[in-house]
Nanobody
Framework: QEQLVESGGGLVQAGGSLRLSCAASASIFSFNDMGWYRQAPGKQRELVATINIGGTINYADSVKGRFTLSRDTSKGTVYLQMNSLKPEDTAVYYC???????WGQGTQVTVSS
């Protein structure tokens, strides 16, 4: 069954860190670029970072230097290491297989000031 399952969200103080994980079924992970997105209350969903099959990574300007996307191909998992978190990073974070219909269920990240 094709699916994306996220984990790792939570509540953290400003300046803290969290790591999100997205486990993808093999049929998704092997053939698609992967991305992390987020949606804050009252705002549109926005791109956080993507990684293509070749390993090229792109970041939104707002997270450059603080967030790191990586993947473990042996586990079919992509990660988002988030450091120096700010209250404005508070959102539901979603994993997505680019240019497909597949999204994860979302994981809440809350950063307190």
């Amino acid at each position: 069954q094709e699916q994306l399952v996220e984990s790792g969200g939570g509540l953290v103080q400003a300046g803290g860190s969290l790591r999100l994980s997205c486990a993808a079924s093999a049929s998704i992970f092997s053939f698609n670029d992967m991305g992390w997105y987020r949606q804050a209350p009252g705002k549109q969903r926005e791109l956080v970072a993507t990684i293509n099959i070749g390993g090229t990574i792109n970041y939104a300007d707002s997270v450059k230097g603080r967030f790191t996307l990586s993947r473990d191909t042996s586990k079919g998992t992509v990660y988002l290491q988030m450091n120096s978190l700010k209250p404005e990073d508070t959102a539901v974070y979603y994993c997505h297989a680019e240019r497909t219909i597949f999204w994860g269920q979302g994981t809440q990240v809350t950063v307190s000031s």
